[in-house]
């Protein structure tokens, strides 16, 4: 998804002499003469943002999860070690809030290194408000 938008608004410029075809940069000229220009405003909005989540389980290794949170979210030692506790006591727990993109190629990246080595862990995003 662009984070462009493009907004045109049809104006009477009184004080300008009327012109044909595109004039100022973003602008569109009074090509059918009724002495209208469009005027093009280019404004840019903040990107959603995504929790990555990850549930517990009975079976995946603490160590595993520990090792995906410093790999896949870069996450130091102690407080990979303290989101992995937190998921393992609370059900549930963020390792990271990102675009769109990053978030969907994080999740991704966490399910497969699961799957190859054999543990249940599931991985979740979640739009943030
Ligand atoms: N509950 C798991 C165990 O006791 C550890 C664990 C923690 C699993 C976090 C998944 O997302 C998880 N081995």
């Known amino acids: 998804m662009s984070n462009t938008i493009m907004i045109q608004t049809r104006m009477k410029i009184s004080h ?4 044909t075809g595109t004039n100022a940069p973003g602008g569109g000229g ?3 003469e009724t002495g209208l220009v469009t005027q093009t405003k280019v404004k840019t909005k903040k990107p959603s943002l995504y929790r990555v989540v990850i549930l517990n389980d009975d079976y995946t290794p603490m160590e595993f999860v520990v090792f995906i949170l410093e790999r896949i979210f870069n996450k130091g030692s102690e407080e990979a070690y303290k989101i992995m506790l937190h998921v393992h006591n ?3 727990g963020v390792c990271g809030i990102f675009t769109y993109e990053v978030a969907e ?6 399910l497969d290194l699961a ?15």
């Open 105 to 110: 190629t994080k999740v991704a990246q966490v």
């Open 90 to 92: 609370h059900g549930v």
């Open 16 to 19: 300008l002499p009327t012109m």
């Open 30 to 32: 009074d090509d059918d």
């Open 115 to 129: 799957r190859r080595n054999e543990h249940p862990l599931q991985c979740d995003m979640e739009r943030e408000d």
